[in-house]
């Protein structure tokens, strides 16, 4: 671009528009940035409350990326470890007569069903034969 030796009025309002379209480039590039990373959030299954909450954490902070601050967002609220209601744990544990009896009622449970599945494949004839001899004598 051509300038004029020393202060110019041309000079000054090519410098204040070349800085106008540098911001409004700014601006679009983070529009964009912040666009882009809405979707992604939304592909990630975000909803739009869930996103809402990511604004906030945006201006709090001052990010500027949806996606970072969304880590952020889940660096605060981690999701919660999925767990067994301690109502079923208390009644099969009552039930069972503690851990170990849990686990020794389960592997007879196996073993019964084992040996009832060796039973139906032999077509019941040796379940035949054992009920026979302890019926016969």
Do not use: Y
């Amino acid at each position: 671009m051509r300038r004029w030796p020393g202060q110019c009025p041309l000079n000054k309002r090519l410098d204040e528009e070349a800085a106008a379209r540098a911001n409004d480039n700014a601006v679009a590039a983070a529009n964009r940035q912040r666009e882009a990373g809405l979707a992604t959030l939304r592909k990630q299954g975000w909803n739009d409350q869930g996103i809402a909450e990511i604004e906030k954490v945006m201006a709090e902070k001052g990010i500027m990326d949806p996606v970072d601050a969304a880590i952020v967002f889940e660096k605060r609220h981690p999701a919660p470890t999925p767990t067994m209601p301690k109502a079923i744990v208390a009644a099969a544990t009552a039930a069972a007569g503690g851990g170990l009896g849990l686990v020794l009622r389960v592997l007879v449970v196996i073993a019964a069903l084992a040996v009832l599945a060796a039973t139906a494949v032999a077509g019941h004839s040796g379940a035949t034969a054992v009920w026979s001899s302890i019926i016969n004598g």
